[in-house]
């Protein structure tokens, strides 16, 4: 292959340094989706930038596709649950109970979740901004619009799709675009044919997905080689779309930006003066520190930036910092999810390739006539039949004992025949569902622990059921020897991390403006998931990455002003 | 940081050496090899393909127990001591699940397969039958050739059966 592009630089250890006392202009905490953008964008305009990351600096050649370290001991999200310490309760009146799985699910590593994650890549549409207009309230949530518009944020999507690296092509229902698509789609694989095939036959209309995956080279970076490890690995070649791959190399290049790697925020420096002055960490030593910065910008994520506030309470904010409104981590949305498998005559073998090649948005709208609010979207994937353990952990059909002779020859059977087609939800906005201290659990810096309490909204549960009768469907007319569906039932966790510091323009309901500033302190930012409003129909990591180009561009243009 | 590719670190590790010679163990006494042995060549019983036995399973329950989950050894023998008592009280006469045949030791797990030895046993005999070979066990890479898995970096399409265009008769893909 003949690469006709320059090189790009790779991350390096070899970068800026700052001096603790010594004001930088902006401290980011978290380097993940929004945090890898947001230090490149205001490094590369000149500010000078220190990033507080929790995780190790992990480059592609320290990823790896050992099933037993990253996806059993979840290596790259920080460790089991001795470390992390979070709790889940379905709701206050339950005690929560420590969660032998991360329930708020995210990596701790340079780049985020943009590390490990699946790379689905959906934009939200116009509805989507402004669906509580068009479909008017759901009692007992706090549905509401968007402060803005897609007219708005469509510029930044583009620039996702080109400086990030988005592959796809468009498809019938997607909103306008202002560019196309950067590279092509991936090449499809067979649970995309049988999902096209059986979809089509029952009169829906798939489209190629789109991916926050190379499929050509794009600006110095190469395409994937299909090794088959994306969901909750890192990629090895750096086709993948992480700020990693494609921010943090640029942010470091630019000379004003130091990554400091291993190094966990505790609490946001606060004066007299209601303005924030930096960030109180633990260095990788243990050793507290205090990184002065003119302005602080929260990326942390919408579990992890809520826990900061929280413990960043004092006495003109006793609920939690800029939480004047007290929707400081209420307003938890994971997006909903429904499985069916299906298991063919002939090997598809889905341990190759990327998760996703084909999705259906038929469903996307909320449709009165369903009777229930909701909207979502289809995929086919190897799901579990991605890697011979958890296949064998967990992709066993439901009438099979899990040892023996059966068992053993269902895996031999199965593994290359097996996809799994994913539904993909709303979440409603609900005050009830949300991130708090935990009083009791505490992290291995010592940090409370997140607690998590959650419970789907009936409607939620509703549209993924919904999906999950039209995936039997198209399981079904796409041939399948034999299907079935997991039971649809309340989740106890999610690796989407929305709505809990919601921008909006009204400070009695919203923690930040429609620029992510915070509305109770003015050189306080946040940007993430938590800036989210409504939870979209899964794949929120678009959003966030465009939210973060929007906010960067406002967050520079004001400090150009002088006015944070 | 960890080197990034199985093929190294299949070639690095003691425990590689200990399950392609047979060679003896780090932390399990002989005895107690014999049952966890016993116990993983059920969960994934040698048939017409090779099972737990011809993967070496026990070498990576060993290293485990040496290792990655060195906190669960003491509770996992002491667990053994108790699996061993009730094969006894099940079984007159007989001392050690091993002792029991096929159809014996199949009956006994299936009574206590919801316990959380049991479950620990299963885990440890999957990895060790799945996992990288770095870890001890898949000796030949037996386990992945018995679900047709190749541990390759790169791979081009067509990857399966409907994604084939010579197979399907018509165009596909894109």
Redesign the interface.
Known sequence: MTLHCRESPVATDDQTSFDNDEAVDFAIVGSGSAGGIVAKELSTAGFKVVVLEQG?F?RA?????????VS??RELLGGTQEAHGQTFRGDDSERAVRATWPVAEYAQTVGGSSVHFTANFWRLREIDFRERSVLGPVSGTNFTDWPISYEELEPYYSRVDWEIGVSGAPGPFDSFRSRPFPV??M????S???LETGAQKIGLHPQ?APLAILSKPLNGRAPC????YCMGYGC?VGAKSSTLAAMIPLAQASGNCEIRADCAVFKVDTGADNRVHGVHYYDPAGRERLQKASAVILCANGAETTRLLLMSANNAYPDGLANSSGFVGRNLMFNGHSMAHGV?E????????VQVTRIVHDFYESDPARGFYGGGGIDARPLDAMG??S???SGHRPDT?????E???M??HD??RRLTVLGSTTSLAMDSNNITLDPVSTDRWGRPAIRLTYRDHPDDLSMARFLQDRAMEILDAAGAEIAWRDPVHAQNGGAHLLGTCRMGDDPATSVVDKYHRSHDIPNLFICDGSSMVTSGRGQPTMTIMAMAFRAAEHIAAAAHKNAI | MRAALPGVMALAGPACTARDNDASFSVLTDDDAIEFAAIADRILPTTDTPGAREAGVIHFIDQAFAGLMQDLYAQSVSDLATFQAGVGEAFPGKTRFSELNDAQQDRYLEAQDASSFFQLLHRMTIYGFFGMQSYGGNRDQVGWQLLGFEPRHAWQAPFGHYDDPALQGEPGGD
């Open positions: 190790p992990r050649q320290d990823f790896s596709h050992d099933e037993i370290a059993r001991y092509p789609p090449p499809v694989k067979s995309g044919v049988l190629p080689v299909n090794c088959g090895e063919f002939h090997p598809l073998n889905e341990f190759k390739g011979p353990i296949f064998a952990m004992k899990d040892w023996g002779a068992y053993k020859e895996l031999a593994f290359t």
